[in-house]
């Protein structure tokens, strides 16, 4: 199998997991797994698949991935690491919330909390699939240390539980 009949299964693949077509999804992952195994570089593909980026709006084929012990290579349309912009504007949020404590404002805009979701999400996964996290990404930028994802993860699961918890209240 060429690349390029891998790039047209890949694009297959995203397709298919996009749409919950779970059982085409699996056929085409079978096809793609097999030639990962045969690729004689393939000590590159097995622990990220290199056939494209993974949008940072993808979040059903990130979880298809990670669920088939792949750590999909994520950026999002700046070509930047995922994990990176999550723990930035996660770091921006904590600055904002303490920000937003002194003057004694406590309400954030929606679409913010989706980001925050969005990040939440993405992290948790990473972390559960035990994602290196310290390793440089392909731009060579500075590892992210995995004590401060923890943190982040941790500081974005309590806003978030204490979030949901406030929506479900006032939906009583």
Known sequence: MNQD???????????????????????????????????PLGTKNKNSLLLGPVSINEYKLVKFFLQKKISPVIYDEDKDNLLHIAVSSADWWYEQQTLREEIGEDSYPTDFTQLLEDNYKIIQLLLEAGVKVNERNKQNKLPIDYTSSQKVYDLLKSYLDKELAEQNDSSD
């Open 5 to 39: 009949k891998l790039e047209k299964l890949y694009h297959q693949l995203r397709e298919y997991v996009q749409n919950d077509q779970k059982d085409l999804a699996e056929k085409i992952w079978f096809q793609i797994k097999s030639f990962l195994d045969k690729d």
